[in-house]
């Protein structure tokens, strides 16, 4: 279901680069599976993508009996309709791979900037369940 006209998902940000203040909470709550909660750590890490109101509209719906979730496929849909940089579509495409409803070919990293590398890096150490290894700057 589409979000209602009640749900205020328009960022408190004029410029978009910030997700409304709830949102995140909101869908780390909903992410009960790994491969949810790697997406949604990644988008929420990030911040930028979900910060504007045409990601939001393509990905977030509310379901009455679940509150606000993730519609990876409908997300998957307008990947290549929606206004992306390459880069930024790259880093969608990470998320959607996580979340399973997308393939992207590892060899894509090299377009993701250091920030955005590290963001899919830690996404994917935890789907992986292992808590031992830490994703940082060397030094």
């Known amino acids: 279901m589409p979000i209602s006209r009640d749900t205020d998902l328009t960022s408190s940000d004029p410029g978009g ?22 997406a949604v750590s990644a988008l929420t890490e990030e911040a930028g993508l979900l910060g ?29 309709v929606l206004e992306l940089s390459a880069a930024e579509r790259v880093f969608l495409g990470f998320v959607l791979s996580m979340a399973g409803s997308h393939q992207t070919a590892l060899s894509r990293v090299q377009e993701l900037d250091e920030a955005r590398l590290a963001i ?20």
Do not use: H, K
């Open 17 to 38: 680069a910030a997700p409304p203040p709830a949102l995140p909470q909101r869908l780390r709550r909903w992410a009960v599976t790994a491969r949810d909660q790697a």
């Open 52 to 80: 504007r109101d045409d990601i939001r509209l393509a990905l977030v719906r509310e379901d009455a009996a679940t509150g606000l979730r993730c519609d990876w496929s409908a997300l998957a849909r307008q990947l290549y």
């Open 120 to 139: 899919v890096l830690r996404a994917l150490v935890r789907l992986s369940g292992n808590g031992r290894i830490a994703v940082g700057t060397r030094v």
